[in-house]
């Protein structure tokens, strides 16, 4: 299985990237995982576009979404909303309707903030227009609240994070998110872990 990952911040060192990166590394054998890292080369949608070439940059979001076994989307959230850049790139990945891309594609939502709520505002509106598109959207949402603490903690030295191999606490594994929001790295990957995603399509 491929899953093809989004973070739909632009930032490089965002939270959101981190995050599915954690989601990356617990990923069972057999399972292969690509950041997708185009976003930023998305032009602004418009409707009279779509009747002449396509931009270079939507095609190729469009083929690595066909191409994505599924699709794991990690948002911020922006005045209590999604990203508009995200928006943005859904909106042409949505065309042609209804026959595109993220047609009945199986995709999960996961989001972090550096609030307590783990942007959970914005991951139902993402879960919101994902539907709308067609995709088949997990009914599930895993916020990552205190993310600049829990992503991104200074671990000891000679201990490797996840990134570099190492597998994060398996006790974490299961927890709900009240004990999670309590935790670092290991928590959030214990998250992860603890939810039930159905990729199957």
């Given at each position: ?15 959101n ?7 990356a ?20 949608y ?21 191409d ?21 790139a ?105 939810r ?6």
């Amino acid at each position: 299985m491929k899953i093809l990952g989004i973070s739909g911040s632009l930032r490089e060192a965002s939270h959101n990237r981190r995050l599915l990166q954690v989601a990356a590394s617990e990923l069972p054998d057999g399972t292969s995982f690509e950041l997708y890292t185009g976003l930023g080369d998305i032009p602004a949608y418009r409707e009279e576009d779509e009747d002449g070439e396509t931009p270079e940059s939507v095609g190729a979001l469009r083929a690595v979404l066909h191409d994505a076994d599924a699709v794991l989307l990690a948002t911020p959230e922006y005045n209590g909303s999604i990203p508009g850049q995200l928006k943005n790139a859904l909106d042409w990945a949505s065309r042609p309707f209804p026959d595109n891309a993220l047609r009945n594609k199986p995709v999960a939502v996961i989001g972090a903030s550096t609030g307590l709520f783990g942007a959970v505002w914005a991951q139902a509106e993402l879960r919101k227009v994902l539907t709308t598109i067609g995709a088949k959207v997990v009914d599930a949402e895993l916020p990552v609240g205190q993310a600049h603490g829990r992503l991104h903690r200074r671990r000891p030295a000679g201990r490797p994070g996840p990134a570099q191999g190492a597998r994060p606490d398996r006790r974490a594994a299961g927890r709900g998110r009240e004990r999670g929001q309590r935790g670092g790295l290991t928590s959030a990957s214990g998250q992860l872990r603890g939810r039930e995603w159905r990729w199957s399509r």
